[in-house]
């Protein structure tokens, strides 16, 4: 095996380690899905054209709704510790 190939396959080895597993892709597909609840309520609780103050209690306790029934199912392990992590947290303020 000439240098340039040795490099080659060194090079392979170091990139398969970075490659995302299946799990870890389903993982991160399901905390997006939960990150865009909250990227929802922001852009709605920021808009600057009317006064969104009365739409902040709404929107957490719709949030919090949202995040124990429509997020009840995720696969994954780490989505759902993400998502109690949340829920424990907002439950708490």
Do not use: H, Q
């Not at 340039?4 to 597909?29: A, F, G, N, P, Q």
């Not at 103050?53 to 709704?65: A, R, V």
């Not at 949202?66 to 992590?85: M, S, V």
């Amino acid at each position: 095996m000439n240098d340039i190939s040795l490099y080659t396959c060194k090079e392979d080895e170091k990139l398969e380690e970075l490659y995302l597993t299946i799990y870890e892709w389903k993982v991160i597909r399901e905390i997006v899905k939960l990150l865009n609840l909250f990227k929802k309520v922001t852009c709605l609780l920021s808009d600057i054209k009317y006064l969104t103050i009365g739409f902040t209690y709404p929107s957490i306790y719709n949030l919090k709704e949202r995040l124990k029934i429509d997020f009840d199912l995720l696969e994954t392990n780490k989505a759902k510790e993400y998502r109690n992590a949340i829920l424990n947290d907002m439950i708490v303020k």
